[in-house]
């Protein structure tokens, strides 16, 4: 099957899962294709996958929302740069350094969207003395259905961005 014919499939398959309208064996191909396209944009970002991590939770999207970080030093208010099912990046003025912790409230579009909260680590920081900087975050609490919530948004962003 050609690529534009297995995305179309795809699609379908996901605004059915969105919808909640797919049976058991369904679901179990749209998780399946869902991370094979996730590792095909991997690679189309010149990224590889990291042994043992989903690629779906690792392959990011630009996308610009609020975000509140919390940490002993001071609470601070940016927009994300881009996101994954796995963390967020977005600039900072003096960020803690690397492997430091914090909360965060994640806002989501939408009016009756709840936001994501959690706990998350920084995993890198560009380096430098220069503020803002670029601050990448990995999620280490966030619930399986934030996390999911997350992942049905992320594939909406990546599905609009393809034309095929």
Known sequence: ??????????????????????????????LEDREQ???????????????????????????GLPVDVCFREAALRSRTLDLSSGG??????????????????LWLP??????VVGRARIVARAPGEKDPRRVSFSFEDVSEEDRERLEMMI???ALGYIRA
């Not at 944009?41 to 996308?63: D, E, H, N, W, Y």
């Open 1 to 30: 099957m050609d690529f534009s014919a297995w995305l179309a499939n795809f699609r379908n398959l996901h605004e059915r899962a969105r919808r909640k309208l797919l049976t058991s064996e369904e679901y179990t191909r749209y």
């Open 37 to 63: 396209l996730a590792r095909t944009l991997l690679k189309a970002q010149g990224q590889t996958a990291v042994k043992g991590i989903s690629a779906r939770r690792t392959f990011r999207v630009p996308k």
């Open 88 to 105: 967020f990046s977005c600039t900072l003025t003096q960020p803690p350094d690397e492997g430091g912790r914090g909360g965060f409230v």
């Open 110 to 115: 939408g009016e009756n969207e709840a936001p």
């Open 155 to 157: 594939f909406d962003l």
